[in-house]
C-alpha cells in the first residue's frame, strides 16, 4: 500500500550532515521528476529539491551549495545529501512524485540543534 518510504533523519548539530533515501515499491521512478519538500511546524510545506527524468537537480535558494539530489534508477530510490545544516532546516521532510500520479511519502523528521 505505501509507495513511497523516507527515511535517513534525525538529529544532528549545526555544521553536520545527513542523507535521506525515498524508497520506492510498486511503481518506477526512473519515469518521473521528483522532489524533496520540508514543512516546519506553524510554516507551509516548501520545495528543497527536484530531480528531473533525466537527472537535472534543481535547488531552492536556501539550500543551494549544501544539499544535493540525486536518484539511483537501479536501486529505485532518490536520495538528498544535506550538509552544514542549520537549525532553519529543522522539519519533516517529504518525498514527493507529481506524475502521472500525485504520491507523497509519509515524512522523516530532521532535527538539528546543538
Known amino acids: 500500500q505505501v509507495q513511497l518510504v523516507e527515511s535517513g533523519g534525525g538529529l544532528v548539530q549545526p555544521g553536520g550532515s545527513l542523507r535521506l533515501s525515498c524508497a520506492a515499491s510498486?511503481?518506477?521512478?526512473?519515469?518521473?521528476?521528483m522532489g524533496w519538500y520540508r514543512q516546519a511546524p506553524g510554516k507551509q510545506r516548501e520545495l528543497v529539491a527536484s530531480i528531473s527524468i533525466s537527472g537535472i537537480p534543481t535547488y531552492a535558494d536556501f539550500v543551494k551549495g549544501r544539499f544535493t539530489i540525486s536518484r539511483d534508477n537501479a536501486k529505485n530510490t532518490v536520495y538528498l545529501q544535506m550538509n552544514s545544516l542549520k537549525p532553519e532546516d529543522t522539519a519533516v521532510y517529504y518525498c514527493?512524485?507529481?506524475?502521472?500520479?500525485?504520491?507523497w511519502g509519509q515524512g522523516t523528521q530532521v532535527t538539528v540543534s546543538s
Open positions: 510498486r511503481i518506477i521512478l526512473s519515469v518521473s521528476q
Open positions: 514527493y512524485r507529481a506524475a502521472p500520479v500525485p504520491i
